[in-house]
């Protein structure tokens, strides 16, 4: 199966004679239309359209379920792949009416194993492909335009898995997202979430600096953040922090630092300081997320009074703090919540989804 680019079509198909104009056009069809109607493709020779046709092959993913939040409007599909793993995809509302963001898994499970997510428990099944990312988007766009709800306006790499432990598939997949014949969306409203893969960090910033760049901080006590991200024993928290700053300089764009509250672990005043001692003044904005009930885990959500306390900790000390909304909770897509009730071939398919709706505070 491709990601296809209209400059990847005309590299398959070089030796047809095929030209890139018609490339564009064959890709802008595939991608926004479907394989199946290329003969109502226009100003592409018939024998470039039937090769085409020949020799690419267009996955999809089946919808195995689609579930409607009755309490926002957020929507979670679970998508089965063609070896039987299953992941989920989050449709996300903006603000602004007729605007989505699509929240995409970039891997079936994680490595990561971070102690307060689900998907953490799963332990990584694969890679998604790239095509498999593009496909997650475009039954969205799909959707939305039959219903003619909207449009996708962003994708967020939220979902399943760790998307720079997968960075060559997820530069593929952000190709096509923004080319103009692909999805059309504008790479700056496209946002990767990591744990701080530092390498991967300095490569995004090289290979696809109009992306933006999350961190999930939770916590900036080493100890402690080791526990919670093991991910803090390869890469510790100042490292990423000031790969987060190359990003910063050389891309000219806010970094967001997402935190993840988990009630009287990581809400202390303690921690505000060493928060606001590792940003130093640094103008990223810190994104607070209440950690959301996972079965089994022995996390619970910050009270109000905690909450509120830490918010007022983090604004005294001079770190720029916004409240996130999560979504979902009654289909079980919102942060940290959840476990699919869908099987994977040999594990319990487990996730997280997440947010999106910002109030600053
Ligand atoms: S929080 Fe992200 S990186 Fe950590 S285990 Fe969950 S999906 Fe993986």
Same mark, same amino acid.
């Given at each position: ?10 590299? &398959? ?8 104009d ?32 020949r ?20 929507? #979670? ?73 909207g ?25 096509? &997202? ?21 390498p ?10 109009r ?25 510790? &928290?100042a490292?990423? &922090?000031?790969?987060? #700053? ?67 900790a ?14 979902? #909770? ?11 009730e ?20």
């Open positions: 199966m491709q990601a296809l680019t209209p400059e990847r079509l005309h590299e &398959i198909m070089a030796d047809t004679g095929a030209t890139l018609e490339c564009r056009r064959l890709v802008a069809q595939i991608t926004q239309r479907g394989r199946d109607v290329l003969s109502g493709v226009r100003n592409v020779r018939a024998g470039v359209r039937d090769e085409t046709a020799r690419v092959a267009v996955g999809a993913l089946k919808v195995l379920t689609r579930q409607a939040s009755a309490e926002d409007p957020f929507v #979670k599909f679970a998508l089965e792949c063609h070896d039987g793993a299953v992941i989920e995809t989050v449709r996300i509302p903006l603000e602004k009416p007729g605007r989505f963001v699509v929240c995409v898994s970039s891997q079936v499970g994680c490595a990561m194993g971070c102690a307060f997510c689900a998907t953490g428990e799963m332990g990584l099944s694969r890679n998604l492909e790239a095509w498999e990312i593009i496909e997650q988007i475009r039954i969205v766009a799909r959707e939305l335009a039959a219903t003619k709800a449009r996708v306006h962003g994708v967020v790499f939220q979902g399943m898995g760790e998307p720079l432990h997968n960075l060559d598939n997820v530069l593929t997949a952000l190709e096509v &997202i923004r080319d103009p014949c692909g999805l059309a969306i504008d790479a700056r409203n496209v946002t990767l979430c990591t744990v701080g893969l530092v991967g960090i300095d490569r995004l910033t090289a290979l696809a600096p992306a933006r760049l999350a961190i999930s901080v939770t916590s900036a006590r080493a100890a402690l953040r080791r526990r919670l991200v093991p991910m803090e024993g390869h890469h510790p &928290i490292e990423v &922090i000031a790969a987060a #700053k190359r990003y910063h300089s050389q891309t000219g764009r806010l970094v967001m630092l997402a935190y993840a509250m988990l009630g009287g672990v990581n809400t202390d005043d303690e921690e505000a300081e060493a928060l606001a001692r590792l940003l130093d003044g640094w103008p990223a904005r810190l994104s607070l997320i209440e950690w959301n009930p996972v079965p089994g885990q022995p996390w619970r959500r910050p009270t109000d009074d905690e909450r509120q306390r830490f918010h007022d983090l604004g005294r000390l001079g770190v720029p703090v916004v409240r996130r909304y999560s979504g979902g #909770k009654d289909i079980g897509a919102a942060c940290g919540q959840l476990a699919s869908t099987r994977q071939p040999e594990r319990s398919a487990r996730r997280r989804a997440s947010w999106m709706l910002e109030e600053t505070e």
